[in-house]
C-alpha cells in the first residue's frame, strides 16, 4: 500500500481518488464524502466483489479485449488480496467511498496501471448489482442449512414427545385435545416453508447482472454467458436496464427474512407464554434464562422476549426498502445505496436469532403432565360428542346443539363431559348409547384424529419422517 493520504475530506493521489474524479476539477467538501461513503456496510462483500472482478478479467482475456497475460495479472493481484484480507495482513481502508473503490485502488498499488483496465466494460452499476447476488446467493444457503438444524431439532422434540397430550387453542381458549409432537410439527413445518421460500429466493436471482453496465451495456464484445457459467447462475440477465435498475433480489430477500422472522416471533410468544406459572408447560435451561435484580425468584424467559422485540426491526427493513423502490424511474438512482443496510441488518438480526432460538428450545424441557392436567377442563372434547352422533346418522347441525346441551348440563353440575351419566346424555339424544364414553376420553379423541396432517400417532409419525426427508433431501441437492 502506499502512503495516499485523505485531506480535507478528499482522497489523494490517483490511485484512491474517487473513480468517478475525473470529470471534476475539486474533489467534495469533506461532509459530503462521508455523507456518501458506504465502505461500512458493503465491506462484507469482499470476497464476492474480488471473484466477480476475477471473472470479469479473464473474460476481459479471453475475449482479447485486454492481453491474456495482463488479465492473468489482475486474477493473481485479486488473489493476493484475497489472500492478505483473510491472513489478516491486508485491512479494509475505510476513507475509501465504497468497498470496490478499496479492492481496485490496492490491486493497483500492488500491481501498477494494468489494474485500470480491470473496470473495462464494467459500471459499478453492474458491479454491485453483481455483489448483491453473489452475497445473498450465499448468506441466504447459509441460512437454510441452519434452518434444517432446527427443523431437526424439532423434530427430534416431536418424536420424543408424540403421544404427550396438551390442549389446542382457538383464539387461546381450550379448543380440541393434540399432542406436544403434533404442536412442534406445526411449528417445523412453517420453518420448512421459510428454507424453502429462501431457496426460490436464490433460485429466482440466480441469473448474473454483470454486463449491463451503467444501464445499456457495452460496445465491447463481453461474454456475459461466460462470466454467467464461470460464476454458476443460470445464464445472464434478460434486459440490462432491469440488470441495474432492479432491486427485486434484495426485496424478496428481506420478504423471506420477515417470514421467518414472523415464525420465531410467534414461537416465542408461545414459549414466553408457557413458561409462566398460570401455564407452566415447558421449562427453560438457566442458559437461555435471566433473572431478576430485584426479584430473586425469577426465571425470565429473555431470550425469547429479545426475539420477538427483534422482529419489528426485521418488519421495518423490509418497509424501508419497499419505500425506497417506490417511486424511482429507471434506471439507477443513488437511493439504491441504501439498500444494503436494509437486507443485511435483516439477514444479521434473523440469522442470529435462529441460532439463539435453536439452542434455547433444544435445551428446554417440557412439563407433560401439566398438559395433560389442562385437557382436563374446557371440554376440549365436545366436537367427539357431535362427531359421535354423525357417526350414528345425525346431522352435523343437530349433533353440534345436541352436543352443547350436553356441556351445559356439565357445566352447571361442574363436572367434565366424561363425568355425566348415560340417562343424562340420552336427556340430549336417544341415539346416544353406552359406547360414548369410548369415544370422548382425551386419548381416543387425539387417536381418533389419525387423518394426515392430524394428532394421531401414525399421522406425526408421517410428518416426522417426511420432516427429515426434506432436510435430508436439501442438503444432498
Known sequence: MNNNTKEHGTLTGDNHAALWHGRFSEGPDAAAVEFETSIYVDRRMAEDDILGSQVHAQMLGVEGIIPPEEAAAIVRGLEDIQRKLYSGELTIDTSAEDIHSFIEATLT?????????????????????????????????????????????????????????????????????????????????????????????????????LGAGALAGST???????????????????????????????????????????????????????????????????????????????????????????????YGDLMALLTMMKGLPLAYNRDLQEDKQCVFDAYDTVSANLNVFTQMIKTASWNTERMAAACEDGYLNATDVAEYLVRKGMPFRTAHEVSAKAVRKAIEKHIRLVDLQLDEFRDCSELIEQDIYDHITTKACVDGRSLKGGPGHSSIVQQIKALRDGVKKHRDA
Not at 236 to 245: G, Q, R, W
Open 109 to 209: 498499488d500492488m500491481i501498477g496501471d494494468v489494474a485500470k483496465k480491470l473496470h473495462t466494460g464494467r459500471s459499478r452499476n453492474d458491479q454491485i448489482a453483481l455483489d448483491e447476488h453473489l452475497y445473498l446467493r450465499r448468506v441466504l444457503l447459509d441460512l437454510q442449512l441452519a434452518l434444517d438444524d432446527t427443523i431437526e431439532t424439532l423434530a427430534d422434540i416431536a418424536e420424543k414427545y408424540i403421544d404427550a397430550i396438551m390442549p389446542g387453542y382457538t383464539h387461546m381458549q381450550h379448543a380440541q385435545p393434540v399432542t406436544l409432537g403434533h404442536h412442534i410439527c406445526a411449528w417445523a413445518w412453517m420453518l420448512a416453508h421459510d428454507r424453502d421460500l429462501l431457496k426460490d429466493t436464490n433460485r429466482r436471482m440466480n441469473y448474473c447482472p
Open 220 to 314: 465491447l464484445p463481453l461474454d456475459r454467458n461466460f462470466v454467467a457459467d464461470a460464476l454458476l447462475f443460470f445464464g445472464p440477465t434478460e434486459n440490462s436496464l432491469e440488470s441495474v435498475a432492479s432491486r427485486d433480489h434484495c426485496l424478496e430477500a428481506t420478504f423471506a427474512l420477515t417470514m421467518l422472522q414472523s415464525h420465531l416471533s410467534r414461537f416465542c410468544e408461545e414459549i414466553v407464554l408457557w413458561a409462566t406459572t398460570e401455564f407452566g408447560f415447558i421449562d427453560l435451561s438457566e442458559k437461555w434464562s435471566t433473572g431478576s435484580s430485584i426479584m430473586p425468584q425469577k426465571k425470565n424467559p429473555d431470550f425469547a422476549e429479545l426475539i420477538r422485540g427483534k422482529t419489528g426491526r426485521v
